[in-house]
Protein backbone atom coordinates (compact mmCIF):
# COMPACT_ATOMS: atom_id res chain seq x y z
CA UNK A 1 0.00 0.00 0.00
CA UNK A 2 1.72 3.33 -1.27
CA UNK A 3 1.03 6.79 1.21
CA UNK A 4 -1.73 7.66 -1.19
CA UNK A 5 -3.79 4.60 -0.77
CA UNK A 6 -2.96 4.74 3.00
CA UNK A 7 -4.22 8.27 3.45
CA UNK A 8 -7.28 7.57 1.50
CA UNK A 9 -7.88 5.39 4.39
CA UNK A 10 -8.06 7.94 6.88
CA UNK A 11 -10.99 10.04 9.16
CA UNK A 12 -8.81 13.07 9.58
CA UNK A 13 -10.59 13.61 13.56
CA UNK A 14 -10.83 16.12 15.90
CA UNK A 15 -13.30 15.90 18.35
CA UNK A 16 -11.73 17.42 21.10
CA UNK A 17 -14.20 19.63 23.28
CA UNK A 18 -12.19 22.40 23.25
CA UNK A 19 -11.47 22.37 19.28
CA UNK A 20 -11.48 26.04 17.60
CA UNK A 21 -12.85 27.26 14.79
CA UNK A 22 -9.20 27.36 13.18
CA UNK A 23 -8.42 23.86 14.58
CA UNK A 24 -10.96 22.39 12.16
CA UNK A 25 -9.66 24.39 9.55
CA UNK A 26 -5.97 23.04 9.79
CA UNK A 27 -7.94 19.43 10.04
CA UNK A 28 -9.83 20.65 6.54
CA UNK A 29 -6.64 21.78 4.95
CA UNK A 30 -4.22 18.74 5.94
CA UNK A 31 -6.88 16.84 4.56
CA UNK A 32 -7.47 17.99 1.42
CA UNK A 33 -3.52 18.40 1.42
CA UNK A 34 -2.76 15.04 1.73
CA UNK A 35 -6.66 13.18 0.44
CA UNK A 36 -7.60 11.54 3.22
CA UNK A 37 -10.80 9.68 3.06
CA UNK A 38 -12.84 12.39 5.09
CA UNK A 39 -12.94 15.27 7.77
CA UNK A 40 -14.44 13.68 10.95
CA UNK A 41 -15.69 16.74 13.50
CA UNK A 42 -18.39 17.40 16.00
CA UNK A 43 -21.84 18.56 14.76
CA UNK A 44 -21.29 22.12 15.77
CA UNK A 45 -18.72 22.32 13.32
CA UNK A 46 -20.56 20.45 10.36
CA UNK A 47 -22.04 22.46 7.87
CA UNK A 48 -18.68 24.82 7.95
CA UNK A 49 -16.61 21.79 6.76
CA UNK A 50 -18.87 20.59 4.30
CA UNK A 51 -18.68 24.48 2.32
CA UNK A 52 -15.01 24.60 2.18
CA UNK A 53 -14.78 20.54 0.95
CA UNK A 54 -17.31 22.00 -1.52
CA UNK A 55 -15.01 23.80 -3.38
CA UNK A 56 -13.62 21.78 -6.03
CA UNK A 57 -10.82 23.50 -6.34
CA UNK A 58 -9.25 23.17 -3.64
CA UNK A 59 -10.62 19.43 -3.06
CA UNK A 60 -9.92 17.72 -6.10
CA UNK A 61 -9.24 14.31 -4.28
CA UNK A 62 -12.90 14.80 -3.01
CA UNK A 63 -12.55 14.17 0.67
CA UNK A 64 -15.42 13.80 2.44
CA UNK A 65 -17.32 15.26 5.61
CA UNK A 66 -18.03 13.23 8.50
CA UNK A 67 -19.74 14.17 11.72
CA UNK A 68 -20.63 12.44 15.03
CA UNK A 69 -23.70 11.99 16.72
CA UNK A 70 -24.85 10.74 19.86
CA UNK A 71 -21.25 11.21 21.12
CA UNK A 72 -19.54 10.17 22.90
CA UNK A 73 -21.43 8.21 25.14
CA UNK A 74 -24.28 6.90 22.96
CA UNK A 75 -26.68 7.62 25.93
CA UNK A 76 -29.49 9.72 24.25
CA UNK A 77 -33.07 8.47 23.34
CA UNK A 78 -32.77 6.96 20.41
CA UNK A 79 -35.58 9.72 18.57
CA UNK A 80 -33.11 12.24 19.74
CA UNK A 81 -29.91 10.83 18.02
CA UNK A 82 -31.89 10.38 14.77
CA UNK A 83 -32.96 14.34 15.23
CA UNK A 84 -28.90 14.88 15.52
CA UNK A 85 -28.49 12.61 12.49
CA UNK A 86 -31.21 14.46 10.24
CA UNK A 87 -29.94 18.10 11.12
CA UNK A 88 -26.03 16.79 10.19
CA UNK A 89 -27.72 15.21 7.12
CA UNK A 90 -29.35 18.84 6.06
CA UNK A 91 -25.79 20.03 6.99
CA UNK A 92 -24.75 18.20 3.59
CA UNK A 93 -22.39 15.68 5.49
CA UNK A 94 -21.51 12.46 3.46
CA UNK A 95 -20.97 10.31 6.29
CA UNK A 96 -22.32 9.75 10.33
CA UNK A 97 -20.73 8.10 12.96
CA UNK A 98 -22.93 7.21 15.59
CA UNK A 99 -22.33 5.94 19.21
CA UNK A 100 -24.25 2.57 20.29
CA UNK A 101 -26.26 2.18 23.33
CA UNK A 102 -23.73 -0.09 25.17
CA UNK A 103 -26.20 -1.84 27.34
CA UNK A 104 -28.10 -3.44 24.17
CA UNK A 105 -24.73 -4.66 23.35
CA UNK A 106 -23.97 -6.17 26.68
CA UNK A 107 -26.99 -7.57 27.28
CA UNK A 108 -27.13 -8.90 23.90
CA UNK A 109 -30.48 -7.61 23.18
CA UNK A 110 -30.35 -7.93 19.35
CA UNK A 111 -33.93 -6.16 18.73
CA UNK A 112 -33.17 -3.22 20.68
CA UNK A 113 -30.06 -2.85 19.17
CA UNK A 114 -31.37 -3.42 15.44
CA UNK A 115 -34.32 -0.93 16.62
CA UNK A 116 -32.22 2.08 17.57
CA UNK A 117 -29.99 2.03 14.54
CA UNK A 118 -32.83 1.73 12.49
CA UNK A 119 -34.63 4.82 13.81
CA UNK A 120 -31.52 6.75 13.11
CA UNK A 121 -30.76 4.90 9.38
CA UNK A 122 -34.21 6.28 8.86
CA UNK A 123 -34.15 9.62 9.21
CA UNK A 124 -30.66 10.28 8.17
CA UNK A 125 -31.53 8.36 4.77
CA UNK A 126 -34.77 10.52 4.28
CA UNK A 127 -33.02 13.45 3.75
CA UNK A 128 -29.86 11.72 1.73
CA UNK A 129 -30.86 8.65 0.88
CA UNK A 130 -26.71 7.73 -0.29
CA UNK A 131 -25.43 8.50 3.59
CA UNK A 132 -22.81 6.55 4.70
CA UNK A 133 -23.42 5.40 8.65
CA UNK A 134 -20.86 3.78 10.93
CA UNK A 135 -21.42 2.39 14.37
CA UNK A 136 -19.10 2.79 17.19
CA UNK A 137 -19.94 0.03 19.54
CA UNK A 138 -16.84 0.84 22.37
CA UNK A 139 -15.09 -2.78 21.03
CA UNK A 140 -12.76 -2.43 24.54
CA UNK A 141 -15.71 -1.90 27.07
CA UNK A 142 -17.39 -4.68 25.35
CA UNK A 143 -14.79 -7.23 25.33
CA UNK A 144 -12.19 -6.45 28.09
CA UNK A 145 -13.34 -8.48 31.60
CA UNK A 146 -15.00 -11.18 30.13
CA UNK A 147 -14.17 -14.62 28.32
CA UNK A 148 -13.24 -14.49 24.58
CA UNK A 149 -16.04 -16.67 24.07
CA UNK A 150 -18.05 -13.92 25.67
CA UNK A 151 -16.25 -11.34 23.96
CA UNK A 152 -16.88 -12.72 20.83
CA UNK A 153 -20.46 -13.04 20.96
CA UNK A 154 -21.09 -9.17 22.00
CA UNK A 155 -18.62 -8.27 19.22
CA UNK A 156 -20.97 -11.13 16.37
CA UNK A 157 -24.58 -9.51 17.87
CA UNK A 158 -22.68 -5.67 17.52
CA UNK A 159 -22.55 -6.71 13.69
CA UNK A 160 -25.58 -8.48 13.30
CA UNK A 161 -27.23 -5.55 14.46
CA UNK A 162 -25.34 -3.38 12.30
CA UNK A 163 -25.75 -5.32 9.10
CA UNK A 164 -29.54 -5.95 9.28
CA UNK A 165 -30.57 -2.21 10.47
CA UNK A 166 -28.75 -1.33 6.80
CA UNK A 167 -25.88 1.10 8.68
CA UNK A 168 -22.64 0.57 6.53
CA UNK A 169 -19.68 0.32 8.85
CA UNK A 170 -19.19 -0.85 12.09
CA UNK A 171 -16.66 1.04 14.15
CA UNK A 172 -14.06 0.20 17.18
CA UNK A 173 -14.24 3.28 19.30
CA UNK A 174 -15.14 6.68 19.92
CA UNK A 175 -11.24 7.07 21.43
CA UNK A 176 -12.71 8.87 24.58
CA UNK A 177 -13.64 5.46 26.67
CA UNK A 178 -11.51 4.68 29.61
CA UNK A 179 -11.59 0.57 28.54
CA UNK A 180 -9.48 1.99 25.82
CA UNK A 181 -9.55 2.22 21.76
CA UNK A 182 -8.95 0.13 18.63
CA UNK A 183 -7.43 -3.73 18.96
CA UNK A 184 -6.17 -5.80 16.72
CA UNK A 185 -8.55 -8.65 18.37
CA UNK A 186 -11.57 -6.53 18.14
CA UNK A 187 -10.75 -5.79 14.33
CA UNK A 188 -10.45 -9.63 13.33
CA UNK A 189 -13.97 -10.30 14.90
CA UNK A 190 -15.76 -7.63 13.25
CA UNK A 191 -13.80 -8.25 9.72
CA UNK A 192 -15.15 -12.69 10.80
CA UNK A 193 -18.62 -11.50 11.63
CA UNK A 194 -19.71 -8.16 9.39
CA UNK A 195 -20.57 -10.65 6.49
CA UNK A 196 -20.83 -7.71 4.06
CA UNK A 197 -20.55 -4.26 6.31
CA UNK A 198 -16.99 -2.66 6.84
CA UNK A 199 -14.92 -2.23 9.32
CA UNK A 200 -13.33 0.92 11.05
CA UNK A 201 -10.90 0.92 13.48
CA UNK A 202 -10.06 4.07 15.89
CA UNK A 203 -9.18 5.14 18.73
CA UNK A 204 -5.19 5.10 20.00
CA UNK A 205 -4.04 4.78 15.98
CA UNK A 206 -0.96 7.28 16.08
CA UNK A 207 1.79 5.41 14.29
CA UNK A 208 2.26 4.26 10.71
CA UNK A 209 3.25 0.85 12.47
CA UNK A 210 -0.55 1.00 14.41
CA UNK A 211 -2.34 1.97 10.82
CA UNK A 212 -1.16 -1.50 9.37
CA UNK A 213 -1.77 -3.76 12.26
CA UNK A 214 -5.42 -2.38 11.52
CA UNK A 215 -5.22 -2.74 8.17
CA UNK A 216 -3.75 -6.09 8.03
CA UNK A 217 -6.36 -7.40 10.50
CA UNK A 218 -9.14 -6.23 8.51
CA UNK A 219 -9.81 -2.57 8.88
CA UNK A 220 -11.49 -0.93 5.64
CA UNK A 221 -10.64 2.58 7.65
CA UNK A 222 -9.03 4.23 10.16
CA UNK A 223 -10.25 7.47 12.49
CA UNK A 224 -7.65 9.02 13.86
CA UNK A 225 -6.30 12.35 15.11
CA UNK A 226 -2.56 11.81 13.93
CA UNK A 227 -3.25 11.05 10.08
CA UNK A 228 -0.03 13.37 9.45
CA UNK A 229 2.19 11.24 11.39
CA UNK A 230 0.79 7.88 9.56
CA UNK A 231 1.31 8.89 6.19
CA UNK A 232 4.56 10.60 7.45
CA UNK A 233 5.48 6.85 8.78
CA UNK A 234 4.71 5.55 5.55
CA UNK A 235 6.61 7.71 3.36
CA UNK A 236 9.80 7.10 5.98
CA UNK A 237 9.41 3.38 5.32
CA UNK A 238 8.74 3.90 1.52
CA UNK A 239 12.26 5.75 1.76
CA UNK A 240 14.24 3.20 3.34
CA UNK A 241 14.40 4.70 6.87
Same mark, same amino acid.
Given at each position: ??? $?? +??A??? #??????E?M???????????????F???C /?????????? #?? &??????????????? @? $?????????? !???????T??????? *???D? /? %?? &??? &????????????? !??????A?? /?????? =?? @?? /??? %??????????????????????V????????? !????????????????? +??????????V??????????? $???????????L????? =??????????? *?G?
Amino acid at each position: MNT $AE +LAATID #HTILKAEAMPADVDQIVAEAMEHGFASVC /VNGIFAAGVV #HQ &LADKAKNPKGVKACA @V $AGFPLGAMKP !TMQAIEATGLAKDGV *DEIDF /V %AH &LPH &LIDKDLPMAKAEY !TELVKAARS /VNPKII =IK @VI /VES %AALMNGVSEAEAEARIALACQAVRESGCDFIK !TSTGFHPAGGASVQAVT +LMKKHGQGIKVKASGGIRSYDD $AMKMLDAGADRLGCSAG =IAIVSGAKAAS *DGY
